[in-house]
């Protein structure tokens, strides 16, 4: 096996603890055992248990920026449904690794985790700033799009644990979220500029 296979073998059997126990409660024999590999070569490809935890994490956020990068076609809220079914997948793909980073993350944070967190935060929002055309978003506009980006991934989260709602609903209802959000926002704060995604389409009942 190559190094980067190995590598990775590591980081996916961590992600598979994390996401059933308390990150602390998770050692390196533990890791080395689901991997299938002994301590000593734990060490050969991660200085520490905290080493490992940030490039689990760093392969969950990788997964969900790149996914945030990804265009699609049709009207601006066509498209976020399309992002948003996206970060579904990578969630669904990433199962443990997304249960890990949202559990743990009072746990193992430190600047470095932290960081990784807030780059997949900030970049949803700078994504549909960019579809609006806002260069100077509005300090009520910011706070909008930033306490949006909660509810997904807490709604993803409760969505990966209890299966609820069921999938098939989960894009159109926070694209639905969203535009309510932002309804509020333009009562309060009309230079906010979100008036594109009131007007381009009505909330939806499908994910269609």
């Known amino acids: ?6 590598r990775d073998d590591l980081i996916a ?3 598979d603890l994390f996401s059933t126990s308390a990150p602390e409660q998770v050692s390196v024999d533990d890791i080395a055992a689901r991997a299938d590999v002994s301590r000593p070569l734990f060490y050969r490809y991660f ?13 969950v956020t990788d997964g969900l920026i790149d996914r945030l990068a990804v265009s699609a076609e049709g009207a601006p809220l066509d498209r976020l449904r399309a992002v948003v079914r996206g970060l579904i997948a990578v969630a669904g793909e990433y199962r443990a690794g997304y249960i ?3 559990r743990s993350g009072s746990v193992i944070a430190t600047s470095e985790t932290e960081a990784l967190v807030d780059q997949v935060r900030n970049r949803a929002v700078e994504l549909i700033l960019a579809e609006a055309g806002v260069a100077e978003p509005s300090p009520l506009l910011l706070l909008t799009l930033r306490c949006w980006t909660a509810v997904v991934e807490g709604t993803l989260l409760n969505w990966l644990q209890e299966g609820a709602p069921p999938r098939d609903e989960l ?3 926070l694209v639905d ?4 959000m932002l309804a509020v ?3 309060h704060d009309p230079a906010a500029a979100v008036a594109y995604l009131l007007t381009d389409s009505q909330p939806s009942t499908s994910s269609g």
């Open 177 to 180: 979220q969203l535009v309510a």
């Open 47 to 59: 200085s520490s248990i905290r080493e490992l935890q940030v490039a689990a994490l760093r392969t």
């Open 1 to 6: 096996m190559s190094r980067a296979a190995r």
């Open 13 to 15: 059997a961590a992600l």
């Open 171 to 173: 894009d159109a209802w």
């Open 100 to 102: 890990a980073l949202l």
């Open 185 to 187: 926002t333009a009562a």
